[in-house]
């Protein structure tokens, strides 16, 4: 068994490697990733058997291709021998390889799996595999979000006649942001207020939605008619279709149905920007926000397990 940094042509080659798809991406959207140059020769590493055939792959990815940001392709091919030998030596030497030519390697990975995966043994075994692999090699921390989906000819709740959407500076914002991490079930919200404060996190999320694909004009608060302040609202935007973003209702002001007002405003929003397909995240542990994906129509389209490194900084 070898492992070792590929090509370009020999990358090109590992797209088609044979894979549980079902955890990860297709092998389609690997090539036009790699053809983008935001999964590249330099950050990946191939395995092989001794015969020479391919049988594992791991490469990171770089949304400006300066620098990759997260472990986004690791496979091993499906009836490969010592699949846990195989993805554990993808990890470690792979991480040798991109720390060669960056100095981190050690980042987070997302595994895709299905809907009801835990019903798919096939699935599950995977997953199983994975996250130990992981956790062995210091991605120890899984958290389990979920992807919902609004497409055109889905429901569309009426306008919300209890708040009004208003724009606010950037230090507006950030004060809203630090105030609404209290009590947040945000998994990331919490793990980073182990490690920071509030108005650090703040400044953080301000910063992470303004280099989004999203426009900073849509941004807003949300208010009652007299000028309460309840929440905000930040429609976004991924490379590839209009995204929820970042909402939430201020600690004081939960539990009366205002998350249901303002996820209504930023659909509609994206709505008569002439969106067609709107997505949404939320952790797996935040039931609340996931019904309320629901009551607006959303559809819950994939589950994601996102591995991070064990000690966070």
Known sequence: MDFYRPSLAELRAAAALPSHTATGLSNDVILTEIEAGRLKPEWSCIATSDDGDLIGRAMWWGRDSQEPIALDIWDVAPGAPEPTRVLSGLLTHGRVLVEATNGRALLPHTLRVPVGWRDRPEVAETVQLKMQVASANGLGRANERLQFQWDEGG????????????????EAFTRLFADAAAGSLDVMTAR??????AADLARDEVAYYLSCPGERSWWRVAQTHDGEIVGLAIPSATPTNRNVGYLAVLPQHRGHGHVDEILAYITRFHIGDGARRITATTDAVNTPMA???????????EVRIDLEPSQMH
Request: charged share 25%.
């Open 155 to 170: 429901m569309v709740h009426p306008d919300p006649a209890r708040l009004r959407f208003t724009p606010a500076s950037d």
């Open 291 to 301: 019904a309320a994906f629901d009551r607006a129509g959303y559809k819950l389209v």
């Open 192 to 197: 980073e207020l182990e490690q920071t404060t």
